[in-house]
C-alpha cells in the first residue's frame, strides 16, 4: 500500500468510529431532549436561560423512568398498567407491535432464569461448524413432550445485526457453554467476529466451579 493510500486509511479508521459514535449519541441525545415536552412552556430551559442545553432530556428521562417504575411496582399502579396494556392489545396493529417489543424487553431486563443470560456455543448449521447462540428458554412445555430427549431454546443471532435472528431447539447435551459474558458476544456479533473477548483459562476454570449447570 502506497503512503498517502496508507495514511488516508489509518485516518479513516481513527475519525469512522467517532463520527459514528457521535451520530449514534446525538440521536439518542435528541430523542431523550423531546421530554421537555411535558414541561410547560414558561419553565423551560429555553424560556428561563433565554439558550438550549443539550442533554437535559436525559435528566428528565431518568426521573420519569424512575418514577414510572415506582407507580408500576404498587398494587395501584399495577392495576392501572395492566388496564393500559389491556388497552393497547385489543389495537390490532399496536398489539403485534407492543406486544412483541414488551416480550422481548421482559426477557432481556427480566431476571427469569438463564434468559439471555448465558452464552452457548452450538453445532449449527451442521455437524463440524460452530455458532454463537444466547439461551432464552428451559421449560418448553409442548415442545418438550413431543422429543425424545431434554432440549432447550437458543437464539441464534445474525451478523451484524444481533437484534435480528432464529430459535433452534438444541438438546441440552449438545450446548457449549462459553464463559464469555453477552455484552462480549454481541461485540463479537457485531464485528463480524473481529473483536474476540480475552479469555483467561485459570480464571474460567474457577467460574466453572462455581455456576450452576443450565
Known amino acids: 500500500m502506497k503512503p498517502a493510500?496508507?495514511?488516508?486509511?489509518?485516518g479513516l479508521l481513527v475519525w469512522v468510529?467517532?463520527?459514528i459514535t457521535f451520530l449514534i449519541l446525538?440521536?439518542?441525545?435528541?430523542?431523550m431532549d423531546q421530554t421537555?415536552?411535558?414541561?410547560p412552556d414558561a419553565w423551560r430551559p429555553e424560556a428561563l436561560l433565554g439558550f438550549r442545553i443539550p442533554g437535559?432530556?436525559?435528566l428528565l428521562t431518568g426521573v420519569v423512568?424512575?418514577?414510572t417504575g415506582m407507580l408500576a411496582a404498587n398494587l395501584v399502579g399495577r392495576r392501572l398498567f395492566k388496564l393500559w396494556d389491556g388497552i393497547l392489545h385489543r389495537i390490532p396493529l399496536v398489539r403485534s407491535i407492543y406486544g412483541g417489543a414488551k416480550n422481548f424487553t421482559e426477557v432481556l431486563l427480566g431476571n427469569t432464569g438463564q434468559s439471555f443470560k448465558q452464552v452457548v456455543l452450538v453445532e449449527y448449521p451442521r455437524k463440524g461448524i460452530y455458532s454463537i447462540g444466547f439461551i432464552t428458554g428451559m421449560d418448553l412445555a409442548e415442545v418438550q413432550m413431543r422429543t425424545a430427549e431434554e432440549v432447550v431454546c437458543v437464539f441464534m443471532p445474525t451478523t451484524p445485526n444481533p437484534t435480528s435472528?432464529?430459535?433452534i431447539m438444541v438438546p441440552r447435551r449438545d450446548?457449549?457453554?462459553?464463559d464469555m459474558d453477552v455484552e462480549a458476544a454481541v461485540k463479537m456479533v457485531v464485528s463480524l467476529g473481529v473483536v474476540v473477548p480475552r479469555w483467561d483459562p485459570q480464571k474460567a476454570a474457577e467460574l466453572a466451579r462455581l455456576r450452576p449447570s443450565p
Open 65 to 67: 423512568v424512575f418514577f
Open 5 to 10: 493510500q496508507r495514511y488516508l486509511v489509518a
Open 26 to 31: 446525538k440521536l439518542i441525545v435528541d430523542i
Open 17 to 19: 468510529p467517532v463520527g
Open 36 to 39: 421537555l415536552v411535558l414541561i
Open 165 to 167: 435472528g432464529f430459535i
Open 175 to 178: 450446548l457449549i457453554l462459553l
Open 56 to 58: 437535559l432530556g436525559i
